[in-house]
């Protein structure tokens, strides 16, 4: 069958029915416009009245086509598939582009850290993505669509808005709050010195909180160096109270920033990765002391654009970009087998983890835990690898896993969503649904828990979190504390948000420095029950 798009191809053109409005449009006919009009983004409509002629009206189907905001791989197929679609737009500059090529390229420019590029930049970072538009606007969602503008920190908690603001609260014994001060807070509380200044991503750590704005600058605050906390000596390490930008990140567009137990990293809008501190005997790809507070590239990368980074305790993944599909690289400490080559041994240079090829697993998203790992497939499977302990992988026991394994108890869910906190693993499906499996020591499951029980429950396989459900909310996002409890027991138990559909905010777990974002009663240390954090994301 022909698509009626291709009617221009017969040589009659494709139109569009739209309601007549037969006196405005009879009293304004003119001939059809030449080649150079048609070259102008502009919308017009020549023809019969009710109808416009999409053929000789590019720019309507343009405008269309941008602002419904399609995803690359429809873009594809509209230009695989239809003539008018796959042919030269004829738009200025970019006369040879197509208009599903045109549209991503659109869709680009309405993200600030593609906008500010000079155009060399661009046309860079085509060729890095594959030589398309769409694989660069593809790029972009990546990242958009692994990243919360919800934290939950070891005792502290950071909450972006929808207009960049940030709101934080919970521990701010180093000034981690970002206040000017070291007093605790126990309700969401705007960070005024970064007003006029629109925020698009934060990471947390032991005392220690890194921002990121949409024009590229890192600010952090709290401790003030790049160390976990198992290298630093509280008691001579200075603080920054309020937010202060990165001066050896300067030179750099950063796009993401990520803190783990030993480490930091940060990922340039260009797809590189940089890592700071523990870099000794090459841990992280390279060779300098636990204080470096330089940013060194993780060069053996160069090549290879990586859209999102997730660190956990000791090593890092990286989710690298390939027009084909994506794939995911691994660096650090490599005990448990959470680098995911099949070995516990470390790697000091970023290694790919083939088993995804094997297991016909195309990889959209991934959560480095402080101690396992976890990845979401394209087609909604789940895998897991790394330390089992209390059954954090869902596979039924607590034996580690060296490679990526499917997570048969979700065989009957379609994930959209996942994340992992210290030997706990939340799933979101696409019904809104919650799924959990692991907890022991992080507590991030406790509500889950019956008191009265003779024996534990058993947490290693995939079990529906009730009391979410409960709420008749669906559910988005679940963002736990992703840090090590006993190298943080000071800050209370660790924590989780949930993020509904509606931006309604909920949070469960340990609560004693306020980092619920509300004051606990006396005696009180954690909350079981989901409760309503008094901020809205909508």
């Known amino acids: 069958m022909q698509c009626p798009m291709d009617a221009a191809a017969s040589g009659t053109s ?38 416009f002629p999409l053929a000789v ?39 040879e582009l197509s208009l599903p090529e045109l ?28 030589g398309s538009w769409k694989h660069v606007l593809r790029y972009i969602l990546v990242k958009e669509k692994n990243d919360s503008r919800v934290i939950a920190g070891p005792g502290h908690s950071i909450v972006i808005s929808k207009n960049g603001e940030v709101y934080s609260f919970g521990a701010n014994c180093s000034g981690q709050l970002g206040h000017g001060d070291s007093e605790d807070r126990f309700k969401p509380c705007l960070i005024r010195s970064l007003q ?31 160390r976990g906390a198992e290298l630093v000596d509280t008691a001579h390490t200075s603080q920054i109270t309020t937010p202060k930008i990165v001066e050896t990140l300067k030179g750099v567009f950063v796009v993401q ?13 260009e797809g590189r990765v940089f890592t700071f501190s523990w870099g000794k005997n090459e841990r992280l790809g390279h060779n300098s002391d636990p204080s470096d507070v330089e940013p060194r590239l993780l060069s053996e990368l160069e090549d290879v654009p990586i859209a ?21 690289y691994s660096v650090g400490c490599g005990l448990g087998g959470k680098l995911g080559h099949g070995c516990k041994t470390n790697k000091g240079m970023p290694k790919l983890i083939e088993q995804f090829h094997s297991l016909s697993f195309k990889p959209i998203s991934i959560a480095a835990g402080p101690w396992h790992a976890a990845a979401l497939g394209a087609d909604g499977r789940v895998c897991t690898w790394g330390w089992g302990h209390t059954g954090c992988l869902g596979h039924g026991d607590e034996e580690y896993k060296a490679v990526p394994t499917v997570v048969e108890g979700l065989s009957n869910v379609k ?3 996942l994340a992992t906190g210290e030997y706990t693993t939340f799933v979101v499906a696409d019904n809104g649904d919650v799924y959990s499996f692991g907890s022991g020591e992080s507590l991030n499951l406790i509500f889950q828990e019956d008191d009265e029980a003779e024996e534990g429950p058993d947490f290693s396989t995939p079990s529906l979190v009730e009391s979410l459900k409960k ?7 679940i963002c736990p504390t992703n840090a090590s409890y006993w190298l943080n027991s000071e800050m209370g138990h660790p924590h989780t948000f949930a993020v509904m559909e509606s931006g309604e905010l909920c949070a469960f777990g340990g609560g004693i420095r306020g980092q619920l974002g509300v004051k606990l009663l006396e005696g009180v240390e954690k909350v079981t029950v989901p409760m309503h954090v008094p901020i809205d994301l909508s």
């Open 308 to 328: 999102y980074i997730s660190a956990g305790n000791c090593y890092l993944l990286m989710l690298a970009y390939q027009p084909n599909g994506m794939s995911v």
């Open 257 to 269: 920033a990520a803190i783990g137990g030993y480490f930091s990293a940060v990922l340039s809008r």
């Open 196 to 226: 006029g200044i629109r925020i698009t991503q934060a990471a947390v750590g032991s005392r220690r909180t890194m921002l990121v704005s949409d024009t590229g600058s890192v600010y952090a605050f709290g401790k003030d160096n790049f």
């Open 103 to 130: 549209a991503a390229f659109d869709m680009c420019q309405k993200r600030t850290m593609f906008k500010l590029m000079i155009q060399e930049e661009k046309e860079r970072l085509k060729q890095r993505c594959g």
């Open 471 to 477: 709420l008749n909310k669906k559910v988005a996002q």
């Open 415 to 417: 994930a959209v969503h």
């Open 14 to 51: 494709p139109v569009m029915q739209c309601h007549s409005i037969a006196d405005e449009l009879t009293s304004h006919s003119s001939p059809l416009p030449t080649a150079q009009e048609r070259s102008q983004r502009h919308c017009y409509g020549d023809g019969i009245p009710g109808e």
């Open 57 to 95: 009206s590019p720019s309507i189907v343009l405008h269309v086509l941008s602002a419904c905001d399609l995803d690359p791989k429809d873009l594809a197929a509209l230009e695989a598939t239809c003539t008018l679609f796959s042919k030269p737009a004829n738009f200025a500059p970019y006369f």
